[in-house]
């Protein structure tokens, strides 16, 4: 997703438990996964790209512990807030950059889809359907659909399964972006709900970033 749609998906889902500065470096450890030489090359569990998914959840259950050990073991809060934006990256392009929600939406005939907020981004059944993909990134051409004047010429020319045609990053890319949303905004919800079990009330006053 572009990085305005992570930032809207952050202070929308997190519904005011973190102060704007918590708030703020969560949001800004999130973009900084599209940062294009650290970032974007090399790491598709970063994107639940190239139907890595095995990697996708282990990066991120591996950045949730690394919240929890950062809250229970003293160490600085903003170790806390990156390793939490890091993860909700991953789980919002998610819903971006893999088939779940045209598997969704299946279910529907064409043009009779319910309301965006019907929409169920923790169906147990697709996040583990045997037809889930995500896109392939086909460097170098890829790179040309970054940039909004090559975009559109090099998308035309890559196949049907690259992250070029497959993605619900932007509004433009059709009406499954706004269910992509949702469901992006339903488990950066949950997650929130992940990286607070069992921890005390000191630990969660530690985590919102505001003072008692």
């Known amino acids: ?31 900084g996964q599209d940062a294009i030489f650290s970032g974007f090359f090399g790491h598709p ?28 073991n003293g160490a600085p809060v903003e170790e806390a807030w990156a390793a939490f934006g890091r993860l909700l990256h991953a789980v919002q392009d998610f819903y971006a950059h893999s ?6 939406a299946e279910h529907y005939g064409e043009g ?29 051409l890829e790179i040309l659909t970054f940039f909004e004047r090559t975009r559109d010429w090099a998308t035309a020319r890559l196949p049907l399964d690259s992250h070029a045609q497959m993605n619900l990053d ?8 706004e269910y992509a949303m949702v469901g992006a905004a339903q488990r950066s919800a949950q997650e929130l709900e992940l ?18």
């Open 1 to 31: 997703m572009k990085a305005e749609y992570h930032v809207q998906l952050c202070a929308q889902a997190l519904d005011g438990f973190f102060s704007p500065a918590a708030l703020a470096a969560i949001q800004a450890a999130n973009t």
């Open 45 to 72: 569990e970063f994107h639940f790209d190239e139907s890595k998914f095995a990697r996708g959840w282990a990066y991120v259950a591996e950045q949730r512990a690394r919240v929890r050990h950062t809250l229970q």
């Open 99 to 104: 088939n779940y929600t045209k598997l969704w």
């Open 112 to 140: 009779d889809l319910p309301p965006a907020e019907q929409f169920d981004g923790l169906n147990e059944h697709l996040l583990n359907h045997p037809d889930l993909r995500s896109g392939h990134v086909y460097y170098p």
């Open 170 to 177: 932007y509004p433009e890319r059709g009406p499954l972006f």
């Open 195 to 212: 990286a607070l079990e069992g921890l005390d009330e000191a630990a969660r006053q530690k985590f919102s970033g505001k003072t008692a």
